[in-house]
Structures are given as structure tokens and as C-alpha cells.
């Protein structure tokens, strides 16, 4: 469609004089949308009670989205690279601010059916695409800084919750006058969520436009200034080649990223899944906690900070270190705290929080270090659909953290009843976890040259053509 033409990659290669630092910004309206996936605990409770069912049914939707989010991410990867960003950030909002419509509409006629196909499966798709649309573009415009740019937007995902969360109280107490967001004991009304539903469907699609009119990429050739590219082959695991998404699955450091990357997802949201409950077992004398649910619910908001300057900080520090010494920290450091957390983690509240901080703050970084850590390995082309296939490491863990956390906890007794050394098994088997991680990280080598990309290739040759289409 001609009204869609602004949309076509060769109308988003920068102008001579365009400042990187717009991008980010661009990538931050994708990410901070999104990210209002980790803030469904918001409604959880006023949905279950909508629909007269269980906790598991509605947190199947969350479920769905994440399974969707990583299967979406890695059969769009390469239409996402090939069509560039401002179409698939489009295409993200469209999908995202769908799904909520649906969601609302599910909600409103209490078919919970139609939020597991909207909310959960087509603005599952949204996530994904959303999630991966802005990398490959940030990395080719800091090809001197990747852990900082990436860092910088996947950080929006992470801080999603914080925006979303009060927001979304708001919302529903504006549309239901008999809920009290500071009494947590109090429950908004099935109308006042779809309501809910109905608004953010629209206000994330007005945000998400920002990044879609305002994100471009590079002009071919383009350097930043200083920038060295010799640089690059001094430093160890950073290659000048290229790989394609397609070979890229077929090399061992692929696989063995996969691998770090699920066992640095599972350790993580196994806290993340049962933080506020979790704080309060630890501290459980006689049947009654001494943290309060209030403060466990500012617990659940401080990892969420911990989480978002963890994607940044640790991806950005990522840039001096090297990518696999930083994961060697992540998985390595992260045994040690799991241990010091099943061990001394309930001696006080201020060692309790310390610890989970800075385990979630290495989750983080997991996620906002790895396209920079694609990068070294298979250069620039492509890199967005590899990391789309990566993310299913992702959707993996989704499932195996809870599982994990939850069978080790449901066989130790019921909920409300557990203390601190209930969680111990749960909390050992994640440092085996890391463990595995650990190892697989220490094995990464550099890709065989048999996989890299010829630069005569007819992969670069079609992008060279649509880089000339864009000069014209």
C-alpha cells in the first residue's frame, strides 16, 4: 500500500548529520510497552475473582504471551531483518495493541478464551516481534558501544512493570470508585479491567508509533566518529565475519548460547515468579511472617529496579570486560549468591534482599548482554533473527523456573505455611543450574570460518541493493 510506503526499509536510512542517540529513544517507546508483561500480577487477583476460576487459569494468559513472545521472535527474526525496523516496530504495535483489545473484549463478555487468544497468543506475537525489532538497529549505530545500546532499550523492557503497575491502579481505580489501590486487600471490579485493557490498548499504540516514525538506520558505510573496525579483531571472540540466521543454528556456540542464556532465564525468574510470597516464608515465625505484605510488595517493585539497572549497567560494563567474562560473573557469582541465600538468606531481611537484588540484576543483564554476545560471534547481519532464535531459551525457561520453584515448594507444604528451609532444595538445584550454564559459557569459541557469509554472497548482495534503493 502507498500509504505504507514510509514504512519500507529504504525511507529509514538516516541523512548525513542524523545523531545516533535518537535511536534509543525510538527503541525505549518499543520496550517500555512492552514490558508491561512482567505487571499482570496488577490484575491477576480482580480477573481470577471476574471469572470465578483458579490462579493457574489466569496465569496461563502470562504463559501464552511468553511462549508466543519467543516463537514469534524466532520465526520473524529474518522478516525482521529483511523488512527493517520501522515496519516490524509497526507491525509490534499493531499486534500488541490488538491483542489488549481483544483481551478487553474477552474480559467484557466473560470469555476467558478470547484474553488467552488476545492478550496471550496475538499480542504474544507483538512481544516478540517487538522485543528483537530494535536490536539488530541499535547494534549497526554502536558498533563501538553494542552492550550500551542494547542495554539502553532491552533496560525499557525490564522497567516496563514500573510504569505499568501504578498506572494500571489507577486506571482501574478511575473506572471503579470502589477500588482502593493502597489496600491491598482490595479487588477492581471485571469492568473496570476491561476498561483497562481498552485504554492501554491504545495509549501503547500512540507510544509505540513515536518509535516506529522516529527509529532509521544507518547509511551504508556509515562509522561513528573514532571508531576503529581493526579494533575489533584484537579482542577475544569478536569477529569481523558475518553469519546467517540460517548457519548460525548450525554452530556449536549457538547452542551452547542457548544454553547459557535458559540456564541464566530459569535461575532468575524462579525468584522473580515467587518473590513476594517468597520473602515473606523466609521470615516466618509461628505461622505469621514478619514482613508484612505491603513491604513484600515493595520487595516485588525493588527487584523490578534491580532488574532494569541490571540490563543496563551490566550489559554496558559488558563492553570493557568481554562478553564471556561478564557471563563467567553472571553464572559464576550467581552460584555463589543462590548458595548464601538457601544458607544465610534468612538471618535478615536487609542479607534477604541484598542477594535476590543482585541475582535479578544478573537476570537482567543476561538478557541485555546477549545480542551484544551474538554480535562478537556472527557480526552484524542478521544478528536480530539469530537473536530471535535465541530467545526461545527464553519460552524454555519460562516454563522450567515456575516448574522448578513450584514442584520443589508443593512438595514441602502448602502456601502461607512454608519457611526459609522449605526453599532450600529449589535453591540448590538453581546453582546446578547455573553450573551448567556456567561450563557451557566457558566453551563458547569463535565460529568456524566454513559459516561465515561471503561478502559477494547474493544475502549481501540484496542488501546492497536495498542500501543503494535508500541513497537514491
Known sequence: MAALSFLDREHTVAKPGYSRWLIPPAALAIHLCIGQAYA?????????????????????????????????????????????????????????????????????????????????????????IGYISPVSTLIKWFPDRPGLATGMAIMGFGGGALVASPLSRQLMSLYDSGYNPSDSQSVASGSAVALLFLTLGIVYFVVMMFGVFNVKVPAPGWQPAGFDPSKLKSKPLVTTAHVSAANAIKTPPFWLLWTVLFCNVTAGIGILEQASPMIQDFFREGGTSTVATTAATAFVGLLSIFNMAGRFVWSSTSDFLGRKPTYVMYLGVGMILYFLLAVVGHSATAVFVL????????????????????????????????????????????????????????????PGELVYSDY???????????????????LVRPVASQFHESAHSDAFAEADQSASAGRR
Not at 474480559?107 to 478470547?114: F, G, K, R, S, V
Not at 562478537?376 to 539469530?386: C, E, K, N
Open 40 to 128: 499482570t500480577s496488577v490484575y491477576k487477583t480482580a480477573l481470577v475473582a471476574h471469572f470465578d476460576t483458579s490462579l493457574t487459569a489466569i496465569g496461563i494468559i502470562f504463559s501464552i504471551a511468553i511462549v508466543m513472545l519467543g516463537v514469534s521472535a524466532a520465526v520473524m527474526g529474518t522478516w525482521v531483518e529483511r523488512v527493517g525496523p520501522r515496519r516490524a516496530m509497526f507491525t509490534a504495535a499493531c499486534f500488541w495493541a490488538t491483542g489488549f483489545l481483544i483481551g478487553s473484549l474477552g474480559i467484557a463478555t466473560t470469555q476467558l478464551w478470547l484474553v488467552y487468544i488476545g492478550y496471550g497468543f496475538v499480542g504474544g506475537i507483538g512481544l516478540g
Open 355 to 414: 542477594l535476590a537484588g543482585v541475582i535479578i540484576s544478573f537476570y537482567g543483564g543476561g538478557f541485555a548482554t546477549i545480542p551484544a554476545y551474538l554480535r562478537d560471534l556472527f557480526g552484524t547481519y542478521q544478528v536480530g533473527a539469530i537473536h530471535g532464535r535465541l530467545l526461545t531459551a527464553w519460552s524454555a525457561a519460562g516454563i522450567a523456573g515456575p516448574l522448578i520453584i513450584n514442584g520443589f515448594l508443593d512438595a514441602q507444604g502448602k
Open 424 to 442: 532450600r532444595p529449589a535453591l540448590f538445584t538453581m546453582v546446578g543450574v547455573l553450573a551448567v550454564g556456567f561450563v557451557a559459557n566457558l
